[in-house]
């Protein structure tokens, strides 16, 4: 089983419409759970952490459930601009360093 | 601000060549870390270094090397380039202020491809 599984997509959806991702994850001891954006040749962006108890940046509502160990990102009104892949990162454990990579999931916003 | 910043952005070699990738950040972080991202592959850890003079392993380590001389510089050798070494090359860096693999920077990314 991968660590970080995404659908890869893509997923078209109008503009105006609300769309959902999901990602799991395989190691149980991850702490810390974030959503980036990468934009077409550009760099990840964090998005946004997710939080045990969920949480919601204006249009974008992260959720984490540990015991099915997957996390979700809801996007609503989406606009042309919401355009991009979405990362899903999760970290190796208490003590680690290191943040491992979905390999995204690719979203087009349509007029 | 400059944030991180990597150096060259495009660079194209033979088989067999060397090259240093160099990034430098101005934010006083801890933490930095080399990534590549290959299509379909996502991006993958190659070496990361959590202090001044400390280098470790990461997910994809095999033909390369780093070093971190400095607190505010991390440089990724690549010392016989081979063509599957063709990719695009992330650095990014974080501080433990933001948790202890809170929110990376990222620079720019360079695109490297060997021939």
């Known amino acids: 089983r991968k660590e970080v599984e995404q659908d890869p997509g893509p997923f078209n959806v109008p503009e105006g419409a609300t769309v959902a991702f999901n990602c799991t994850y395989s190691?149980?001891?991850?702490?810390?759970f974030f959503w980036y954006r990468q934009d077409c040749r550009k760099e990840p962006k964090l998005l946004m952490s997710?939080?045990?108890s969920g949480n919601e940046d204006g249009r974008f509502t992260a959720q984490l459930n540990r015991a099915s160990q997957y996390i979700s990102l809801l996007i609503r009104d989406s606009k042309l601009s919401d355009s991009a892949t979405y990362l899903c990162v999760v970290n190796g454990g208490a003590g680690s360093y290191q943040l491992t990579f979905g390999k995204g999931t690719k979203l087009s916003v349509i007029p | 601000n400059a944030g991180v910043t990597q150096t060259p952005k495009f660079r194209v070699l033979k088989t067999g060549q060397s090259m240093t990738l160099l990034c430098a950040q101005d934010m006083n972080h801890e933490y930095m870390y080399w990534y590549r991202q290959d299509p379909g592959m996502g991006l993958r850890l190659i070496h990361y270094s959590v202090g001044e003079g400390t280098t470790a392993k990461g997910e994809v380590p095999d033909g390369y090397n780093v070093s971190r001389l400095k607190k505010q510089n991390f440089l990724l050798g690549l010392e016989s380039a081979a063509p599957s070494q063709t990719s695009v090359y992330f650095c990014a860096s974080s501080s433990p202020g933001t948790g202890m693999a809170g929110e990376l920077f990222f620079g720019e990314g360079s695109r490297l491809t060997v021939l």
């Open positions: 190691n149980s001891a991850s702490q810390s």
């Open positions: 997710v939080y045990s």
